[in-house]
């Protein structure tokens, strides 16, 4: 895997300035090659500070479009959305200038509201200058859940398809995905995880043991499209 460098810090508030500065400099470049620039994040618990630390980078935000690599099927008033996470800690300070492209659509169910969220999603100008992924204690990355009902799909690099639904035993809730072939269209990809048993984790996964699709952050590590930069902390 000669694709994956790993950048290790002491401690989560200097892993997120460094990762919050890269962010920066590659929205900085594509406004400055393209007029506008397009970001996608992960949710969860882990990018809390770099959100933070990103919201005050000094930038024409107002040329930003953020979205979410993947959602929860939760309205934005559920604490378990993504989209809330996004609003309270990065659309903030100077970053509040920045338009939100929502995974969300208030169907009851992401297979309803999939035609409204691939309109959205399809006005989108790819390739994203950058894409930060995350990682669950269980390999997963975005939504491809171990066992997710549309893991292979997700995971086609063949498939011209951006958004899936996704539905897992181990996701809380049904989700929406931006496949892997769609994430892959980034100048820039970033895996940003927290803790030793992530690291172990991803280790193990970069050796290859366990069953691939028990791990499905392997196929981002094993893709050969795009160099995926490991941010990583105690
Ligand atoms: O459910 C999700 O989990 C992962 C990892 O979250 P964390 O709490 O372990 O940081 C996240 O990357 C993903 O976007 C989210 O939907």
Redesign the pocket.
Known sequence: MLNVTTHSFTDALALAQALADRIAEHLRAGIAERGAALLAV??????KHVFERLSRQSLDWSKVQVS?????WVPESNERS?ARLVKSLLLQHAASEAQFVPLYADTATPEAGLAIVKTRIAALALPFDAVI?????DG????FFPAGDRLDEALDLHSSVRVLPMRAHG??EP?ITFTLPALLQTHALYLHIEGEAKRDLLANTRLGIGEARNYPVRAVLEQSRVPVSVYWCP
Do not use: Q
């Open positions: 992960s949710g969860g618990s882990t990018p979410l690599v993947d959602e929860r993504n992924l995350g990682m669950g204690n997963h990355t975005a939504s996701a809380g989700r």
